[in-house]
């Protein structure tokens, strides 16, 4: 095994071991959270680009704004634009817009560099297991 597929192999178990955290902690969020409407009440300026101000309302009739960490210029949240909010009860301030870009995005991203290094990996094993066929014939 060459360090080629040595490499190719190391960074797939990383991709892949990474991504099953991302999974595992996003899953356990989901399941731990509670679902609730929320609405963009303003925008802030971080710096880079505006980021919405989401406010909702707890299952305890708190008022809470929260503004996601991850902005990008692919969605834009127009004021007064509802929205759904996972928050945990217990620190309702770092909650989450409850869509799949917003929840999965970057696991999925993750996942798929992954396969694309599994892929290549798998077509290098077999290219050298080819061409030693060919050359011990």
């Known amino acids: ?8 192999i190391i960074i797939t178990l990383i991709l892949f071991t990474i991504t099953f955290y991302m999974y595992k902690n996003r899953k356990e969020f989901i399941d731990n959270s509670i679902l609730v409407k929320g609405i963009v009440v303003s925008s802030k300026y971080n710096g880079k680009r505006n980021v919405p101000v989401i406010g909702f309302y707890t299952k305890d009739s708190v008022a809470t704004y929260f503004s996601p960490s991850v902005n ?3 969605d834009y949240f127009p004021i007064n634009k509802r929205v759904e909010v996972l928050y945990y009860k217990e620190n309702p301030e770092k909650a989450k817009i409850n869509s799949f870009l917003r929840l999965w995005f970057s696991t999925a991203l ?3 560099l992954g396969s694309v290094f599994l892929f290549i990996g798998i077509n290098i094993i077999f290219l050298t297991v080819k061409t030693e066929e060919i050359t011990y014939k």
Do not use: A, P
């Open 1 to 8: 095994m060459d360090l080629v597929q040595k490499l190719t």
């Open 72 to 74: 990008s210029d692919f």
């Open 110 to 112: 993750i996942g798929f």
